[in-house]
């Protein structure tokens, strides 16, 4: 069984739920944003848009990165919680 099926089946995954959704929301953004960068040019854009792109891209990663640390550690807090309250 994985962790994350661990955590869920405790009905402790509300929180953990919540990190992931914004990371797969990040993950879109950082998607969507590269696929402008990459159309931008074809369309005549000025350097100053693609700029912008590029600049949201890179938050929407480092962002993305950030709610991935938050959804590891919590998942993993939670299921340490889980087991140490199994174990009495």
């Given amino acids: 069984m994985t962790v994350d099926a661990v955590v869920a089946d405790a009905g402790k995954a509300a929180h953990v739920d919540r990190f992931n959704g914004n990371y797969g929301l990040l ?30 891209l890179l938050l929407a990663i480092q962002r993305m990165h ?4 938050h959804y590891a550690t919590e998942l993993f807090t939670q299921y340490l919680l889980i087991s140490a309250g199994a174990a009495k």
């Fill in 27 to 56: 993950r879109g953004l950082a998607a969507a944003f590269v696929a402008l960068i990459v159309i931008a040019p074809m369309l005549g854009k000025g350097i100053c848009i693609i700029g912008v792109l590029l600049i949201l």
């Fill in 66 to 69: 950030r709610f991935a640390v």
